[in-house]
Structures are given as C-alpha cells and as structure tokens.
C-alpha cells in the first residue's frame, strides 16, 4: 500500500470553528489531492497541488484552502466549519494528474 | 447529464456467477480510464486500469469502447470478497486534465 496517512482519522466539530486536515506521504509523488465524499455526490475535488507551494481549485472550494509548505505535506483548511462540511474527506497522491491515485483512509468529519 | 455515469445497483449475485458492469462517459476525448474498488467506510483502492485493447487481471476483465463512450468491468466466478462498491474513472480532456469520479456500481455477492 502506497504511503498515505491521514489525521486525524475523526474529528467532530463545531459550527464556525476552524479545522484543520493533515495529508502526509512518504512515496514523493508530485500531485496530492483533497477530496470530499458524500451520498449521492460521490467523491469530488476539493483542491489539488501539483508541487510545493503550487495549487490549484477544484469543483468545491468553496470554504476550503490548502497549503502545501513540503512535498510529503498537504493541509486542508476549513476556516469556519458549516454542517455542509460534514463528509468524509479523503487524501490522494499520483506521480502525475492522469495517473492512478492512491488514497489514504479517510477523515470523517462531523460539523454539529 | 453527469460526465460519468454507472448505474448504481445494488447487483445481488450468488457465489460463482458472472457479473458485469457498465459506465458511460460524456466526453469523446477522455485519454485515460479506471476501475475502482471501494469497500464500506474504506478508501477507494485501485482495480484495474483500463486499456483501448481491453486487459485482464484474474477474474477481472475491463474494456473500452470508444465508438459507444463506455467502459466495462467483467467479474467471473464472483466471491464473497468482492463485495464492495465499483467506481469507475475517466479523465476529463484540456489542458487541466483531472479525474471524474462515477458515484459508483454496489455489488453483493451472496453465499
């Protein structure tokens, strides 16, 4: 299994406090992605990086902001929690943006 | 319309059938393509990439047909194991090219 790891693993919140996801892998791929998934929506783009300090949006940003300070590292930042943020959000990692992904296992996060 | 769609089941199927899925996807120029597994409340871990000469990996067999824009995953001799939810993946064309992710096809494979 590729080097993914995620935490925290769960995390339960609340309403407009900030929040703070941390991706971190030890395979030194380029590209790391956030994802949220949710019934019904299925697993979509939050935002992704293709290098250190470079990122970019994906379909949901909105309320979200990343930062990617070392290759191994990647945060994902909800400034004020909503209840919509409530999902579980996965981490994902590629050697290049139309190459498989690999996953870490997941924060489930609860927004009260 | 959504750019890749599956249907999402559930497929009941007993141990030992054959089972198989389809995915369609809207744009002509998607490169690439894959099969996802994801079990519940688990990551999605990848199945199968899925090649324009078809591939196969055990009992596992995905093809492409571009003419008809869709994708397809064969399962023979299905097991308990395989159980799980299929994702099926195809790229979306430009220069910003990213993945969009099917909402996924629930397979359960009853003893």
């Known amino acids: 299994d590729a080097g993914i790891t995620q935490s925290p693993r769960h995390k339960v919140t609340e309403t407009g406090t900030p929040v703070t996801l941390r991706c971190h892998q030890t395979?030194?791929?380029?590209?790391m992605y956030w994802y949220r998934q949710d019934p019904g929506h299925g697993l979509r783009l939050i935002h992704y990086?293709?290098?250190?300090?470079?990122?970019d949006k994906g379909e949901v940003s909105d309320g979200y902001s990343v930062s990617r300070s070392k290759t191994e590292d990647f945060l994902l930042t909800l400034e004020s929690a909503t209840s919509s943020q409530t999902s579980v959000y996965f981490c994902?990692?590629?050697?290049?943006?139309?190459?498989?992904?690999?996953f870490g296992p997941g924060t489930r996060l609860l927004v009260l | 319309r959504k750019e890749v769609e599956q249907d999402p089941g559930p497929f009941n199927v007993p141990e030992g059938a054959t089972v198989a899925f389809n995915c369609t996807y809207s744009n002509s120029a998607s490169q690439s393509f894959f099969w996802y597994r994801q079990d519940c409340r688990k990551e999605p871990k990848l199945l199968m990439s899925?090649?324009?000469?078809?591939n196969e990996d055990g009992r596992f067999t995905a093809q492409l047909n571009r003419a008809s824009q869709y994708i397809s995953l064969l399962i023979r001799d299905s097991k308990l194991s395989d159980s799980a939810t299929y994702l099926c993946v195809a790229t979306n064309a430009g220069n910003n090219r990213k993945l969009i992710w099917g909402l996924g096809t629930s397979l359960a494979v009853n003893p």
């Open positions: 990086s293709y290098g250190v300090k470079d990122t």
């Open positions: 395979e030194n791929h380029r590209y």
């Open positions: 994902a990692i590629s050697e290049s943006i139309v190459e498989t992904q690999y």
């Open positions: 899925v090649y324009s000469s078809g």
